[in-house]
């Protein structure tokens, strides 16, 4: 890869880590943790849902002392591909992001101060990603317990150099209601590579619905740094409200990075 392109992918991919800020500030001095963002294989038409979304993760400590984590958010889809996440925060109102592939834009609602910051650029470089990245950027994995990200895209996770990884298929299940087709890796650090007396084995296998193009479940062993899990449940197929995905009248519409208001509405979907 030259320089040009390195350079070209890390600005591409940096809108992605930016939109990890909330949840990662959140975690930053309680110990480390794992957080897991799913990121759709492109625009899905057609196949309209909405879900809860469950982020578990469990640490444990030398002396037998647990480190539990658990967050929720929502998930909106509809049939043009529009999607709206709700994440849930301990305190407050939740985060709110709408992305509409058809205006080309997205948003993230301040449901306190009425505030809509529309964000054009993100979309793109969303997009840009998913075919730069291994083609398609199914999540976006940040370790904070001090290991560096791992990307993990539609081929597997990117391995590093210590590292070997073995792939398999498994047998297709159903998971709440939805036809279900799996991979398990299995990625292993020989004894020594990074100073361990012992070779290091690491799981996960994630569950994604070929119908939704979406992950469903996804689970992750690593004796580094504990289990998570990302899972959705109570999956709906019926067609969201069409206003979830609409900035609502009473907000002021600010395009990011450049410190403007639009008017009342000004560029929200419609």
């Excluded at 639009?262 to 560029?267: D, I, S, T, V």
């Amino acid at each position: 890869m030259s320089i040009k392109e390195h350079i070209m992918r890390k600005f591409i991919i940096a809108p992605l880590l930016f939109c990890l800020a909330s949840a990662v500030s959140a975690q930053e001095g309680r110990g480390g943790g794992f957080v897991r963002l799913n990121v759709e294989a492109g625009t899905v038409k057609g196949a309209p849902y909405s879900a809860d979304v469950i982020n578990e993760s469990t640490q444990t400590l030398s002396d037998g002392n647990r480190i539990v984590r658990r967050s929720t958010a929502h998930v909106y889809r509809d049939g043009e591909g529009r999607l709206r996440r709700e994440e849930d925060r301990g305190t407050g109102s939740p985060v709110i992001t709408i992305t509409d592939p058809v205006a080309g834009s997205s948003w993230t609602l301040d449901t306190e101060n009425h505030i809509a910051r529309q964000s054009p650029a993100l979309l793109r470089a969303l997009n840009a990603a998913r075919s730069d990245v291994e083609q398609k950027l199914f999540e976006v994995t940040t370790l904070l317990n001090g290991a560096p990200a791992d990307f993990v895209t539609g081929r597997g996770v990117l391995p590093r150099s210590n590292e070997q990884s073995a792939e398999e298929r498994l047998t297709p299940r159903t998971i709440e209601g939805l036809r279900v087709e799996g991979t398990r890796r299995t990625t292993t650090i020989a004894a020594g590579a990074i100073g361990n007396e012992r070779a290091i084995v690491a799981t996960s296998e994630e569950w994604t619905s070929p119908e939704l193009k979406t992950l469903v479940l996804s689970e992750h062993s690593d004796p580094r740094s504990g289990t998570s899990t990302y899972k959705l449940v109570n999956v709906r197929r019926s067609e969201p409200a069409a206003s979830l995905f609409q900035v609502p009248a009473d907000y002021t519409v600010q395009v990011a990075g450049v410190g403007g208001r639009g008017g009342r509405n000004g560029g929200a979907p419609r």
